[in-house]
């Protein structure tokens, strides 16, 4: 592959990224509700009760 094929490959990851994330953003208009704790690795597995 040649140089100028991997720079086409990555600006069209670029812009499909870009249209992908305002297309999202219509989507939701509004915010969000908060979700559970961000836990990298456990997830919410804390939050369960284990008796």
């Known amino acids: 592959m040649s140089f100028a094929h991997i720079i086409a490959v990555g600006i069209s990851c670029v812009v499909l990224f870009a249209v992908l ?8 208009p509004l915010p969000l509700p908060p979700g559970p704790r961000p836990l990298p690795f456990l997830g919410s597995a804390l939050q369960l009760d284990t008796t």
């Open 21 to 28: 994330r305002q297309t999202r953003k219509r989507v939701y």
